[in-house]
């Protein structure tokens, strides 16, 4: 005995559907997670190492015998250290948010401040 599976032809996917239905998964993807935060993050820390390693490669090769390209080791220099600073203001930002979302949907409508026992 062979599986069929049952056809629904009524079912109509259009791309429409299919562009709401990712939009409605990415929302909820940021909202709820924080994935937005960690990959923020990872990039901050990444472009931090390459703008550790690139002024190390800087100081090396201007004190050294080689020259590469005139310019090239500045122009690196500068663009993995404002992306490491891109990349942190936008954690920073993505934090915030997240903690504004997070504050706004498991808001408490009253705040308990004691329970006292009432006794006669």
Known sequence: MLYKAKSFPNINY???VSDKRLDVASSSLILFTDVAYK???SLSILLLL???SSGIYTCIVF???NRPVAGWTTTML????GFFGVFLLLAIVIKYLSVLVELVFKRKEYLIESIEKITK
């Open 63 to 65: 004190f050294g015998q």
């Open 14 to 16: 259009n791309r429409q």
């Open 50 to 52: 390459f703008t550790i």
């Open 78 to 81: 500068l663009l993995s250290g």
């Open 39 to 41: 990959i923020s993050i």
